[in-house]
């Protein structure tokens, strides 16, 4: 999966959770949307955590379930945001492709989460690698479209990618 690729090796994604924890504490509930593979990193870095993954691919959904540790689901977040409560809510490079297929999109997932998290990300360099203003762009873009409900706690930038981390009021 090309996002979890980016974040390899394994010390890299390491620190990119220690940075997010160290905002949120070690959430015991994590719904991870557009998941990708994330939800195995997830069930062993937090064992005993209840780690949800949705993803619209079917392919991502078996490998999640054939590791175990975690619950995957099969979803489309342009048709349903899941429910459930969750201490943190993972969102990584979604929003971007929610609001391209639908206007208002993100910021409806954005809202309906029901989690005290929400750790949003966007790449910042094309998946040629190519810095093309993206990180400007989607920090405007972010910071434009926080949620009513919700404050940004921490901006964040790792190599590829930049993270809001948005607390519940």
């Known amino acids: 999966h090309a996002s979890t690729r980016e974040r390899l090796p394994i010390a890299r994604m390491n620190e990119t959770f220690d940075r997010i924890f160290a905002i949120t504490g070690r959430p015991e509930s ?11 990193y997830l069930a062993h870095r937090l064992p005993n955590a209840a780690i949800v993954g949705v993803d619209i691919s079917g392919q991502c959904v078996n490998v999640i379930r054939a590791f175990g540790g975690a619950e995957a689901r099969l979803g489309d977040l342009l048709c ?3 429910e459930d409560e969750a201490d943190a809510a993972l969102m990584f490079k979604v929003l971007p492709l929610l609001e391209r297929q ?6 409806e997932a954005l809202m309906r989460v029901n989690a005290e998290w929400i750790v949003a990300s966007f790449p910042t360099r094309s998946l040629g ?7 400007k762009h989607y920090s405007e873009w972010m910071e434009a479209h926080v949620p009513e409900n919700r404050a940004i706690a921490a901006r964040l930038t790792g190599e590829n990618e930049l993270f809001y981390v948005l607390k519940r009021k």
């Open 30 to 40: 994590v719904l991870d949307l557009a998941c990708g593979l994330n939800p195995v």
């Open 80 to 82: 349903e945001i899941p």
């Open 102 to 107: 639908r206007t208002g999109a993100a910021m």
């Open 129 to 135: 690698g190519r810095n093309v203003g993206m990180e």
